[in-house]
């Protein structure tokens, strides 16, 4: 049998973290100096100051963590550069810029595009090294805004990240523990008490982002490259390139994953591949469980009751992302048909992922 400590690596998944990283990424490398001081002063941001760039050379031998602090720099500088201006974006990436960027692309499995793997799991940090893991203590590196709220919306999703680790152990050892009722029940309870514990981490996102500042001001740093971008002396990049969206984050996709849950939605599908390669991977092994087979034990174990705790947990959670949601799109927007990065009407799109997350009560 695998080693679990192995197979935790091999997803890069933390016991205690769950997909969020267990401590805060690399923010320094010698190659990237002059590039860096330029994320560090965003408010004398000139774009002209790109083409003095050197080429970061020897990606091929960088260790991971700086091909993540490759990826998070370029792609942060990429957008800035392409959204400079929003009536007129730059839509032609410079060769000093978009050579290693295909090429971190390439060794990551990912996008040539900033997500929420670099603004979210490579781009946090302490404020103060001697306190604990919480939002409260927690704030990115290189921010757009400068705020508290930006601090809020990433660390925020870092930390519902981290309080969903328990859940996602109990899905890990689901996968041997099928035939043993008494080990079936506990993990199905965990995975129902996680969920309620997630309300918590969004309580602390919307009690702590200031809807003008988010609709205003965050969401300028999270729009696609919609407009076409050509990234100069290589080869064409055939798909849309989102932007950074929290729905590219992996915890509600492995909960529906493991529930046999299907929204059967090309938007959510196509976010997935902006997810990182080894959570992608942990995605697909999960889908290619036999749910059928789950699903037939908590029948025969008379697990109904604990099966369906989960799905209205998952539900009620939904529910109240979706308030979050409208306080923070459709209401300052004062719209009632705003649309949100997906492009459909927010308030419709939301209640067809939570009933569809509804049909699968027993
Ligand atoms: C200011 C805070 C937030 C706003 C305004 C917001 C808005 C939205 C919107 C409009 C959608 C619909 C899809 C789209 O158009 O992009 C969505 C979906 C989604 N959001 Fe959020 N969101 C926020 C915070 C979060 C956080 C902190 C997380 C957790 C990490 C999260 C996770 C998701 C997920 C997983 C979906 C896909 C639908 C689902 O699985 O239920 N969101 N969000």
């Not at 890069?12 to 330029?38: Q, R, Y």
């Not at 996680?194 to 969401?219: A, Q």
């Not at 407009?227 to 992996?250: A, D, N, R, S």
């Not at 034990?297 to 009751?305: C, H, M, R, Y």
Request: proline content about 5%; charged content about 25%.
């Amino acid at each position: 049998m695998e080693n679990v400590a192995l197979k935790y690596a091999k997803y890069h998944l933390s016991k205690t973290h769950g997909f969020c990283t267990e401590v805060p990424g690399l923010f320094d490398l010698k190659d990237l100096k002059p590039h860096i001081s330029i994320l560090k002063d965003l408010k004398n941001f000139d774009p002209s100051s790109i083409s003095s760039l050197p080429m970061q050379q020897g990606i091929e031998s960088l260790s991971y963590n700086e091909l993540e602090l490759s990826c998070l720099v370029h792609t942060t500088l990429n957008y800035l550069y392409y959204w400079h201006n929003l009536d007129k974006p730059n839509t032609v990436i410079p060769l000093n810029l978009a050579q290693p960027t295909m090429q971190i692309s390439k060794l990551l499995d990912r996008p040539p595009m900033l997500t929420m793997v670099s603004s979210q799991l490579y781009n946090w940090d302490y404020i103060d090294p001697n306190k604990g893991f919480h939002p409260d203590n927690t704030k990115v590196v290189f921010s757009f805004t400068g705020t508290r709220d930006e601090d809020y919306f990433f660390t925020g999703a870092n930390y519902i990240e981290y309080l969903g680790s328990p859940g996602i152990n109990s899905i890990m050892e689901l996968e041997t523990a099928q035939n043993n009722p008494e080990e079936m029940k506990k993990h199905l309870e965990n995975i129902a008490k996680c969920i309620f514990s997630l309300r918590s981490g969004l309580e602390l996102v919307r009690k702590n982002i200031d809807p003008d500042v988010f609709y205003h001001k965050i969401r300028r740093g999270l729009k696609g490259f919609d407009k076409g971008v050509i990234f100069e002396g290589q080869e064409p990049v055939t798909m849309m390139l989102m932007g950074t969206t929290p729905t590219q984050t992996p915890l509600f996709k492995v909960f529906d994953a493991f529930l046999g849950i299907c929204h059967d939605d090309e938007y959510l599908t196509q976010t997935e591949l902006f997810m990182k390669k080894q959570h992608r991977e942990l995605l697909r092994d999960i889908r290619n469980r036999d749910v059928k087979k789950m699903k037939e034990n908590v029948k025969k174990f008379d697990l109904k009751d604990d099966w369906n705790r989960i799905i209205v947990e998952l539900c009620e959670y939904r529910k109240i992302h979706t308030g979050v949601a409208v306080r923070n799109i459709i209401k300052p927007s004062g719209q009632s048909l705003e649309k949100g990065t997906g492009g459909s009407n927010i308030v419709q799109y939301l209640a067809r992922i939570t009933k569809t997350t509804m049909a699968n009560m027993m």
